[in-house]
């Protein structure tokens, strides 16, 4: 009897961690805001990479040493598909880090991601936020120096963030990003057609108002005409 030979067992990196994408609608919006902000500011560069929530694997043969960056910013990596974020195929340096925080991820946000993004990832400035401001420090920025994290201080209430040429801030109650640059506050795209939306309904409502304007001033202008040849008829 001849024997088959079998293939090698195949190593899998799963794509998900069976969690769920946020803890809460807030939580995803939050990522889902910023991503979304980041990738419209940053468009016109090839090779800035803008993810979220993606199984990123930083040992390669060891599919358990994993971690899951709810926004993260890489440089010199093009806007490509990744399912997986390899550190040994991609850049194994990421820029930027934020994690949307909670009560129930608080000591993991704080200890056990915090180590690896400033041990082994080496990410350059690491982000946390809660939403709801149930921690403290619900808002707080490291900026890793030399080999260890320091704290960002806050300026006028922001955080700046040399590798995004950003701050982060809250604005109406919301996580957004204010550019130094253009002195400008920077809002995601959904935002963006409700106030052009919003625009257009204004530009018709006073176009409407003058036409409306203009009516009544020709209405009483003909009433002024009748009135003006009433007088000179009966003179």
């Known amino acids: 009897m001849e024997k088959r030979i079998g293939t090698a067992p195949t190593l899998v990196y799963p794509e998900s961690d069976g969690?769920?994408?946020?803890?809460?609608?807030?939580?995803q919006q939050v990522m889902i805001d910023c991503m979304d902000?980041?990738?419209?500011h940053f468009r016109r560069f090839a090779?800035?990479?803008?993810?979220?929530?993606?199984?990123l694997y930083y040992e390669e043969g060891n599919p358990r040493k994993s971690i899951s960056p709810d926004v993260f910013m890489v440089r010199g990596l093009s806007k490509k598909e990744l399912r997986t974020y390899k550190t040994w195929e991609q850049p194994p340096t990421l820029d930027f880090v934020l994690e949307v925080a909670s009560?129930?991820?608080?000591?993991?946000d704080f200890n056990?991601?915090?180590?690896?993004?400033?041990?082994?990832?080496?990410?350059?400035?690491?982000?946390?936020?809660?939403?709801?401001?149930?921690?403290?420090?619900?808002?707080?920025?490291?900026?890793?120096?030399?080999?260890a994290y320091e704290e960002i201080a806050f300026v006028e209430g922001r955080l700046p963030c040399e590798t995004l040429g950003l701050e982060l801030g809250e604005r109406d109650g919301a996580l957004r990003l204010y550019d130094p640059g253009?002195?400008?506050?920077?809002?995601?795209?959904?935002?963006?057609?409700?106030?052009?939306?919003?625009r257009v309904e204004q530009e018709a409502l006073?176009?409407?108002?003058?036409?409306?304007?203009?009516?009544?001033?020709?209405?009483?202008?003909?009433?002024?005409?009748?009135?003006?040849?009433?007088?000179q008829s009966s003179e």
């Open 19 to 27: 969690e769920p994408m946020a803890e809460t609608p807030r939580h």
């Open 206 to 231: 006073a176009r409407q108002e003058a036409e409306s304007r203009a009516e009544h001033a020709e209405a009483e202008l003909e009433k002024l005409r009748a009135a003006l040849e009433r007088l």
């Open 37 to 40: 902000i980041l990738r419209s």
């Open 112 to 147: 056990e991601k915090k180590a690896i993004y400033e041990q082994i990832l080496r990410v350059k400035e690491y982000c946390i936020y809660d939403p709801y401001h149930e921690i403290d420090p619900a808002f707080v920025g490291f900026r890793l120096v030399g080999d």
């Open 103 to 108: 009560p129930s991820t608080y000591a993991k």
């Open 182 to 198: 253009t002195a400008e506050w920077l809002y995601p795209s959904r935002e963006h057609v409700d106030e052009m939306a919003s």
């Open 47 to 55: 090779d800035v990479y803008i993810a979220g929530n993606m199984l």
